[in-house]
């Protein structure tokens, strides 16, 4: 960001040099932010907080009143009192979120070491506050903003739209008509919102190289610096004339889980936004812990389902390892020389492998929990012996 | 059970890397090296010597190192001259030095390859030493640069580098060399691979500033260190470790051994000959001391030469020492003179830095070697036990809690048992033993000034004591964090604490392994034991004796007094406190003067993971 600065004071496009990758509205900010660095850092983080405490507040509200429309319409079956949630429980999730995100090391790293990562935590968390309020405008505009800043939160459009479909009680059918409407209508403000930005930083620059820049850098991945991702050591070992292929294959893979999950948690649009989110960071070419810090600090959310987690001690121990042992290996292979860049993958892989895993612990215990609930705790077979839920 | 068979285990293990047949022979790996076949031909040995006597002379008559002298004697010989001034701050004066800041300097000259553009370097130093130490090396470095000078088949430039102030000013030298600042001084500068540390020393005004632009010659492949303090040698020494308990390439090592044996000349590691009858339980007890010596060397992260220091820029170094000991057969200069040429004529023979042979390896004799893939399984086991412990803990003590697969109709609703050991009992005694290890990492250097107005001791003594001051107190904490917690503190709190303290440990101990294997081993080989075996309940006295034993202090004074058996002087009880004493102090200069990471490994890692333990054992 600095460089991006230095060259539009001396009156050169930002982007020609092969450092600068942000989009034209953050410098403008940083241009007039950049001798108070530490303290937008720090702000935009508190924000981010505020910003997901109201926003849980909101849906907490949301879920207890659809948990008791569903109780008095009898979907629940009878033995199930232990899993219903009590507002006394839920009393504290707002500010546990907030805490968890501001408590958690990786938002303390992402904030010391100033990474623009903190920015996009901010719009992603007004998009979430703005969709759980239910104001379709400013969520379309603040997710225009985020794809602008990065390409991947388009995928966080399938559940804003369907958390919006069920807000205004419309339901998702594909023959109706007010279904179709609401969708265009939503889909029409959020490219709108994306063509104004994108003008935006046009007149700004007066140029159009920014587009190759930005959105061409994070499909294509040129550049191939290690970080917490999987990207940088396939593409470092793979030839040349397959790179094309392996890059398309690996941005497939980010969008690919939108259809799926949207077709399976159809009626639980938030839990798939985190799901979402969490799978954005985990594929996205150039992840940060940033990111992280942002998807984990929505897991107070869902404490609920503590008991159904089944491998939740070993993945927080494999995360906590791989964490500490990344500075080591790091130190090793940068510095002393004496590993080489396998060990410092081997441990990408691990820590990724443990988030990809927690991500579907959650998701499998969230599954599990709403087939108890619509079919009772104690299962049993047609010949009535003790049955148990598996997942195919 | 499994846990005392796995411990036995790696101990087992580790003791036996030291038998001559299991380990392999060391092999030269990088092939620019391979043969010896180069024709040695210094005949300088009396000159040498010439220069060694006047360099004693005008050393006694400046009181500290003559650097006009040397200067000149540099430029007849037809080498480029640079001088380099530097002064330190010291963050206490220790016993040796006596005062705050110090000052010397460097004097170095550089030859210049005839044929070739000064892309590569090879250093050979000297120390300058008080007394009549290192007169010789001083002296045959100058009679090797005068005969270097005159040969043509030199690709690479020499850096012959007399430093002042042994480590302090090779670390002046090498900073400024590599223009960074790695032990931190305040004003910018990069923050080398520890930029937590140099945060935190930052407070601290430990600078080091030299002048002027220094003269360079490229990016430095090799050094070697010399010290010599007699006209003729019984054998040549040489050290390894370096700063942290890094190593250099094994192949620097196989150099020394093989021009050793092809000029005859005796050779021997930590100080002891190679027994040439193998498979006998004499010679497995000599490797075996040799494999132990080398392993407290390199938990103390002390480098053991002046050549510690590069190691951390990726330059390969050793410290070579000569001896004279009470041996009949003597080598003159010209010996040694023509093994150290045969060495560097085989390093400038070199293409690229020496990567092909080990980084990591353990030496039970100067030919045989352990390397990491050997020797790691012993490590392994004993993070076994830790790793049993952990298991055992979560899936039967904690049964309850664990959410389980199976509704069991059988057991009571999960809200009407006993409500989780919430996790906010337990943050008390973590926060308090953490906040311990960071008051004995930051007090004592900090409180120095304070403790010498109020009791009549030395600075340097007065930041040992209060380390141990800081340290026991610390184990009086479990009664007031009790006191704190009040009725919180349930039955089965401790066993969540154990679990915490032994994660910690685990983690703790596997980051010092994979960074200085001897520190983590030892500290593993020690805590291990008390960490799995700790609870409340039981034999408490015992068990708090073996936690005592097992504290990482204990280990350091146990540490001394091996280390102090195993060279064969061993060390009375009055005198082993001293040199504890001394241990402690120069662990934590070492720490701010060139960034060993012992001192806040122990005291910020160790620490608080024992104390943690140890608050387990008083669980009321």
Redesign the interface.
Known sequence: VVEGLALLDLGVSPYSGAIFHETPLIIYLFHFLIEYAELVFMITDVLTAVALYLAIQDFNKVVFKKQKLLIELDKYAPDVA?LIQTPMEMHYIPLKVALFYLLNPYSVMSCVAKSTCAINNTIIAFFILATIKGSAFLSAVFLALATYQSLYPLTLFAPALLYLLQRQFIPIKLKSKSFWLYTTQYAALYLCSLVVIICLSFFLLNSWDFIPSVYGFILSVPDLTPNIGLFWYFFAEMFEHFSLFFVCVFQINVFFYTIPLAIKLKEHPVFFMFVQLAIISIFKSYPTVGDIALYMAFLPVWSHL?????NI?ILS?VL??CS??FP??W??WI????ANSNFYYAITLTFNIGQILLVSDYFYAFLRREYYLTHG??LTRQDGT?A?LVLK | PGSILSYVLGLGWFLALAFPPLAPRTYMSENAMGSTMVEERFPLGQRALAFARQFAAHKKKAGAMPVAWLEQTLWSLGLEVHRQPFTRTLPFPDESRERYMVKGTNVYGILRAPRAASTEALVLSTPCSEGPHNDQAVGLALALASYFRGQIYWAKDIIFLVNEHDLLGMEAWLEAYHDVNLTGEPGGGTAG?WPVLAGLTRALPAEVSSSGTLGRAGAIQAAISLELSSDVVTSMDVAVEGLNG?LPNLDLLNLFHAFCQKNGLLCTIQGKLQRSDLDSLPAYAHSLQTLLLMVLAQASGRPRGDHGLFL?Y?IEAITLRGINSFRQYKYDMTTVGRTLEGMFRKLNNLLERL?QSY??YLLPSLSRFVSIGLYMPAFGFLLLVLILRISFL?LLHLHPL??T???D?CDP???LQEPRPGLLVLVPPVLVCHGAGLALYLLPVRGQHMATQHFPVAEAEAVVLTLIAIYVAGMALPHSTHRVLGAAGSARGWMVLKLLAL?ELA?LL??LA??NFSLGFVLALTMVPAAAAVQPHGPRVLLAVVLVLATPAVTLLLGIFLERELLETPAGPAEGWQLFLGALGQGLLQHHLYGAFLCPALALGAYPAWLLLWNVLFWQ
Not at chain 1, 306 to 310: I, Q, T, W
Request: proline share 6%.
């Open positions: 232990e503590y008991r159904f987690l089944r001690f121990c906590i390892v500490v042992l080591v290996l130190h090793l510095y002393a020389g004496s705790l104690h003790e148990m | 691979s890094q951390r990726r990567h980084f990591f979560t664990v959410p697969t199976l509704w109709p609703p999960w809200y994660l983690l596997s980051a994979l960074l």
